[in-house]
């Protein structure tokens, strides 16, 4: 009897482990309408890819979700590309990164603890970026603020520094533009939307939590594994008229499964609340 309890045991966890290095590659395709307040005319509509948490370098299906997902912005042609952080786990990514986003084209970029080697990971490394200067189309963001013209109008980018946010020096809101129509703040960290005054940003970009990327189903709701006390992981927030949106990421840190956390590339329609 207890033999056959073990086999039976053994046979369930390794359908569980089958099923989470499955489920790290399967890719969900969203497109998501957010409502801004105070967009003019000309800019309802637009539609912003976003994009995050890529985890380069590490064996993981998440390779295969990152593919899928610029393959997918590749198809829609949005008006804007985005990405939030946490890049490459490993400098062996670097190569794979570079490939991506040649082919995404142009796209503003910043990076998350991971990438500088700042976390609990283990199998993280520090990462020099020097070779992104190469790629013109790719807009590498400190705690700086650049500006695009779409559909006629200004629309400003802010990034944050993750050294920064992490020592708590970061003052994005004194970066931001009052005047331009449309404000997107990119930062790794969804934290960062809780400390900023509510005209600074029309919207804020972030992952880092993956979803929870071990997530339990329990009545009621998710117990979120990797990040059991996070409030904002993922989807839409709202901060008063500042609208959040978390990506749920596509790669996978510590070890190489998703449960019931699929990865997830979203296209951001913006509609004027």
Known sequence: MLTWLLAALAAVAVLALAW?????????????????????????????????????????????????????????????????????????????????????????????????????????????????????????????????????????????????YAAQTASPESLADRDAPLRILLCHFPGIARRLPPDAFHLVLSGHFHAGQIVVPVPGGKLRLAHLRARDVEGLYRHGPTVLHVSPGLGTTFVPFRFFARPEVTELVVRSA
């Open 20 to 164: 989470g290095w499955f489920e790290a590659g399967w890719l969900r395709r969203r497109v998501v309408e957010v409502e801004l307040a105070g967009v003019p005319p000309e800019l309802e509509g637009l539609r912003i890819a976003h994009l995050s948490d890529f985890h380069l370098g590490v064996p993981s299906r998440g390779r295969k979700a990152s593919e899928d997902a610029v393959a997918w912005v590749v198809e829609q042609r949005p008006d804007l590309v985005c990405l939030t952080g946490d890049l490459v786990s490993r400098r062996s990514g670097l190569p794979a990164l570079e490939r991506l986003l040649e082919a995404l084209g142009r796209c503003f970029v910043v990076l998350g603890n991971h990438d500088l080697a700042d976390s609990r990971d283990p199998f993280s490394e520090r990462v020099d970026f020097a070779a992104l200067s190469g790629l013109d189309h790719a807009t590498l963001l400190g705690d700086e603020a650049v500006d695009v013209e779409l559909r006629g109008r200004r629309v400003q980018l802010v990034g944050v520094d993750p050294q920064t």
